[in-house]
T-cell receptor
Framework: GAVVSQHPSWVICKSGTSVKIECRSL??????MFWYRQFPKQSLMLMAT?????????EQGVEKDKFLINHASLTLSTLTVTSAHPEDSSFYIC???????????FGPGTRLTVT | AQTVTQSQPEMSVQEAETVTLSCTYD???????LFWYKQPPSRQMILVIR??????QNATENRFSVNFQKAAKSFSLKISDSQLGDAAMYFC????????????FGKGTHLIIQP
C-alpha cells in the first residue's frame, strides 16, 4: 500500500515558540493532504485541507494564522504551529488520498508537547 | 454538516467470539463513502473496511464485515472470530466529494478482547 511519513514523530517545544511538522507521501503524488488533531482519548478532528499550488482551507474554528500550512510540492505538506501554547499539545496526523483509489493513507502522527 | 455517531464507548468480547460495533451517520449527500478504521496503541490509523454508498452489497474483508443500511443511515462493523490483535480503538468515518474530501470521524469504540 501507499506510504505516508511524518517528521518528527515527537517534539517538545517551549511556550511561545513555533514548530514545524512535515508530512510526505513517499510513493505517490498527492495534490491534497489533510491535517487532523487528536486529543488524548478523543477522536480525530479535521483541521485543514492542504492544497498543492493554492491556499489551504481550514475547518471552522481553526485559526489559520496559528496553524500555517504549506503544500510545497506534490509529495510534501507542512504544518507550522506558531506561538505554541500548552493547549496546542496534541497528536497531529496527516493523510493523503491517492488518485483513483477511494482510500486515504495516514501518516504515523506527530506528538506535540508544549511546555 | 455531516455527523457520525458511535454510541458504544467500549465493548468487550471473548476471544473467538463475534462482536458488532455500531455507527450511525447523518448526511444529505447521495454519494459518499463510509469507513471503519482501527487505531492500536501505536496510534497508526489502519483501514479495516470501506463501503461505497452506491453499492447495495455489504463489504467484507476476511473476518470483518459491515451491515450497511442506507435508509436508516446505519453502518455497523461485525468482527468474527475475534483475536487478541483486534484489541484497539475503532473509528467509523464518513466522506463525500468522491472520496477526496477530509474524513468526519465518530468518537470511537474501545474494543477489549478477553482471552
Amino acid at each position: 500500500g501507499a506510504v505516508v511519513s511524518q517528521h518528527p514523530s515527537w517534539v517538545i517545544c517551549k511556550s511561545g515558540t513555533s514548530v514545524k511538522i512535515e508530512c510526505r507521501s513517499l510513493d505517490f503524488q498527492a495534490t491534497t493532504m489533510f491535517w487532523y488533531r487528536q486529543f488524548p482519548k478523543q477522536s480525530l478532528m479535521l483541521m485543514a485541507t492542504s492544497n498543492e499550488g493554492s491556499k489551504a482551507t481550514y475547518e471552522q474554528g481553526v485559526e489559520k494564522d496559528k496553524f500555517l500550512i504549506n503544500h510545497a510540492s506534490l509529495t510534501l505538506s507542512t504544518l507550522t504551529v506558531t506561538s505554541a501554547h500548552p493547549e496546542d499539545s496534541s497528536f497531529y496526523i496527516c493523510s493523503a488520498p491517492r488518485a483513483g483509489v477511494w482510500e486515504q493513507y495516514f501518516g504515523p502522527g506527530t506528538r506535540l508537547t508544549v511546555t | 454538516a455531516q455527523t457520525v455517531t458511535q454510541s458504544q464507548p467500549e465493548m468487550s468480547v471473548q476471544e473467538a467470539e463475534t462482536v458488532t460495533l455500531s455507527c450511525t451517520y447523518d448526511t444529505s449527500e447521495s454519494d459518499y463513502y463510509l469507513f471503519w478504521y482501527k487505531q492500536p496503541p501505536s496510534r497508526q490509523m489502519i483501514l479495516v473496511i470501506r463501503q461505497e454508498a452506491y453499492k447495495q452489497q455489504n463489504a467484507t474483508e476476511n473476518r470483518f464485515s459491515v451491515n450497511f443500511q442506507k435508509a436508516a443511515k446505519s453502518f455497523s462493523l461485525k468482527i468474527s472470530d475475534s483475536q487478541l490483535g483486534d484489541a484497539a480503538m475503532y473509528f467509523c468515518a464518513y466522506t463525500s466529494g468522491g472520496g477526496a474530501d477530509g474524513l468526519t470521524f465518530g468518537k470511537g469504540t474501545h474494543l477489549i478482547i478477553q482471552p
